[in-house]
C-alpha cells in the first residue's frame, strides 16, 4: 500500500476532507437511488409472469427492434397476458384476440386510462385528446372532437366530395412525373393531412406550403422518436433529459417547434370568429371554452386546444398515409392483384364515373385488398399504451392501478386461432364462397373499447375513395430492376421504407 493511500482522515488538508465528504455523500445518494430503482422493479404480487429482468434497465432490450413481433413470440413461453419491467415501469403486454378482448372490451372502463410515462407528461402534461387520462378531461375533449367530426367531417354529406376533390389535387399532381419514377410519400401525406384540415381549420394546405409542409415532416419524425430506445430511456430514468445528447432531444425540440407553429395557425384561424356559430373545430372548441369559463373542473384551456390539433392533425396522418404508402406497395408487387382491382373498378364505375362510397358494397375485391393492407401491415401494431385506472384482475392475475397496458394488434392479426396462413397476404380471406366481402370479428386495426380510434370512419373513407380513384386512372409499378424493402420502418406507427413508384395513365 502506497504511503498516500494509507493517509488516515485525520491527516488529511480541509479542502481533501471536504472532497472525501462529498464523495461519500455522493455515493451515498447512488447507493439510494440504486435500492429504490431495484425496488421499483420488484414484480408486484399476483402480477403476470415474464422473462427475467435485468438489474436497472430491465427488460427496455424487448421494445428495440421490431418489438410487435417479439412481444408476440415471448407471449408463447409466458402466455397471453404477461409482464415486462421497462426500467421500473411495470407493464403488461397483451397478445390475441381473446386477451384483448377480455381487457378492452369486458373491462372497458378499467382499462382506457393513459399511463403518465414522462415522456408524455412533458408533451402534452396529460392533457388534450389521445393522451388525455381517462376521466373529465378526456371525455370533455373527445365529446367537442366526435361532434366535429359529425358536423364538419364525415358526418356531413357533402364531405366525400370534399374528399374527391382533394383525391382530384393528389391526382393531378402525380400526373405532373409524366410516368417518371417518384417517391409518393409527401404528396400522399399532404392529400391525406388536407382531409383531417378541413374539419380542424374548416380549409386545406396547398402542397407549396412549405411551413406547413416542415410542421408535418418533424411531427412525423416524433412519431418514429417516441418509439425510440431514447424515449424509452427517458421514461424510466427522466434525469437524462439533462444531457446535452440524445434522440430525446431532438423530440422536444421538434414538439417546441410544432406547438409554436399550431399557437400562430389557431390564432390565425379564428379570427373573426362569431361566438357560438362555429366553421370549425377550432371555432367549436373556443365556444366550448367559453361556455365552461366558470366551470372549476373544465379541462378545456388554449393549450389543452394546441394539444388536440397536433394529436389530430398526426393521428390523422401518419396513419392513413402509411396505410395508402402500404397500399400502393402491394399493388405494384403483385400485379395480378391490382389487375384485379382494375377489373372490379372497371365494371362498377367504368373509366370516367367519380367514385363514391355508395359503390362500396359492389366492390368487394376492393374491400377485401384495403382490409388486408391494414390486417397485414399493422400501421399501429402496438396501439397506443394503455394504463389501469383501477386495481383490477384478469385471467387470476392482479393488476394494479396505473399499470403500463401494451395491447400487441399485430399478435391479434398474426393470430393463428383466427387466420389460416397470416404470413401470406391474400386478400381472399376476406371474401366467402360466393366472393362477397365478410367481416372478420380478430381484425383491429382501429384497436376496440373505450379508447378505440376516433377517425376510424374517416380513415375507411379515405382510404376507399384515395384507392379507387388512383387505380381508375393509374397502373402502378416498380421502376424495372428495383424491388423495395419489404420491411416496415420502425416507430409508433409501422411505415414502408422509402421507395420510387411508375405510374402510367391506364
Ligand atoms: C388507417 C388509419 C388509422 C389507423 C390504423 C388508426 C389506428 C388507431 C389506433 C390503433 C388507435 C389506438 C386506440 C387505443 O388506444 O386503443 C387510435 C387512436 C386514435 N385515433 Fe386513429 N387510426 C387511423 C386514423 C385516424 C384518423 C383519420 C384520425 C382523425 C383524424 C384518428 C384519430 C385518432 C385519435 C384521436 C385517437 C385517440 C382516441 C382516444 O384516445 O380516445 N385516427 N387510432
Redesign the pocket.
Known amino acids: 500500500m502506497s504511503a498516500h493511500a494509507a493517509l488516515p482522515l485525520f491527516g488529511l488538508t480541509p479542502f481533501s476532507k471536504l472532497c472525501a465528504a462529498l464523495g461519500t455523500l455522493l455515493l451515498f445518494l447512488l447507493s439510494l437511488l440504486l435500492v429504490r430503482q431495484l425496488l421499483k422493479q420488484r414484480r408486484p404480487r399476483g402480477f403476470p409472469p415474464g422473462p427475467t429482468a435485468l438489474p436497472l434497465i430491465g427488460n427496455l432490450l424487448s421494445l428495440i427492434n421490431e418489438p410487435h413481433v417479439l412481444l408476440k413470440k415471448q407471449s408463447e413461453i409466458y402466455g397471453q397476458i404477461y409482464s415486462l419491467d421497462l426500467g421500473g415501469i411495470s407493464t403488461i403486454i397483451v397478445n390475441g384476440y381473446d386477451a384483448i378482448k377480455e381487457c ?1 372490451v369486458r373491462q372497458s372502463d378499467i382499462f382506457a386510462d ?1 399511463p403518465s410515462l414522462p415522456l408524455f407528461k412533458k408533451l402534452t402534461n396529460m392533457g388534450g ?2 393522451n ?1 387520462k381517462f376521466g373529465r378531461g ?1 371525455t370533455d375533449h ?1 365529446k367537442i ?1 366526435v361532434n366535429c367530426f359529425r358536423c364538419f367531417g364525415p358526418g356531413q354529406k357533402d364531405f366525400e366530395c370534399k374528399i374527391s376533390e382533394e383525391c382530384m389535387f393528389f391526382l393531378d399532381a402525380i400526373d405532373t412525373y409524366k410516368g417518371k419514377p417518384f417517391d409518393a410519400k409527401w404528396l400522399v401525406t399532404n392529400a391525406v393531412s388536407n382531409i ?1 384540415n378541413l ?1 380542424i381549420f374548416g380549409e386545406r394546405f396547398t402542397y407549396d406550403d412549405k411551413e406547413y409542409q416542415h410542421m408535418i415532416e418533424i411531427f412525423s419524425e416524433n412519431i418514429e422518436l417516441a418509439a425510440s430506445v431514447w424515449a424509452f430511456l427517458y421514461n424510466a430514468f427522466p434525469w437524462i433529459g439533462i444531457l446535452p445528447f440524445g434522440k430525446h432531444k431532438r423530440l422536444f425540440k421538434n414538439a417546441a417547434e410544432v406547438y409554436d407553429f399550431l399557437q400562430k395557425i389557431i390564432q390565425r384561424f379564428s379570427q373573426n370568429r362569431t361566438s357560438q356559430k362555429p366553421r370549425h373545430l377550432i371555432d367549436s372548441y373556443l365556444d366550448e371554452l367559453e361556455n365552461n369559463m366558470n366551470d372549476p373542473e373544465s379541462s378545456l384551456s388554449t393549450e389543452n386546444l394546441i394539444f388536440t390539433v397536433g ?2 392533425i398526426i ?2 396522418t401518419e ?2 398515409t402509411n ?1 395508402l404508402r402500404w397500399a400502393i406497395l402491394y399493388m405494384a408487387l403483385y400485379p395480378n392483384i391490382q389487375e384485379k382491382v382494375h377489373q372490379e373498378i372497371d365494371s362498377i364505375m367504368g373509366k370516367n364515373q367519380i367514385p363514391s362510397l355508395e359503390h362500396k358494397p359492389q366492390m368487394p375485391y376492393t374491400e377485401a385488398v384495403l382490409h388486408e393492407v ?1 390486417r397485414f401491415c399493422n ?2 401494431p402496438l ?2 399504451f ?1 394504463a389501469t385506472a383501477k386495481n383490477t384482475i384478469v385471467r387470476g392475475y392482479s393488476i394494479p392501478k396505473g399499470t403500463t397496458v401494451i ?1 400487441n ?1 399485430y399478435s391479434v392479426h398474426f393470430d393463428e386461432k383466427y387466420w389460416s396462413t397470416p404470413h401470406v397476404f391474400c386478400p381472399e380471406r376476406f371474401l366467402d364462397s360466393n366472393k362477397q366481402f365478410v367481416k372478420k370479428e380478430a381484425f383491429v ?12 370512419k ?2 375507411r373513407m ?2 376507399f375513395l384515395f384507392f379507387t380513384m388512383l387505380l381508375q386512372r393509374f397502373h402502378l409499378h416498380f421502376p424495372p430492376g428495383t424491388i423495395p424493402n419489404l420491411k416496415p420502418k420502425m416507430g409508433m406507427t409501422l411505415q414502408p421504407y422509402p421507395y420510387l413508384i411508375s405510374v402510367e395513365r391506364r
Open positions: 378492452l393513459r385528446l389521445l388525455s378526456w373527445r372532437a383531417t374539419i394529436e389530430l393521428a390523422g396513419t392513413t396505410a391494414l400501421i399501429a396501439g397506443i394503455h395491447t394488434l386495426p382501429f384497436s376496440i373499447g373505450r379508447r378505440n380510434c376516433l377517425g376510424e374517416l380513415a379515405e382510404l
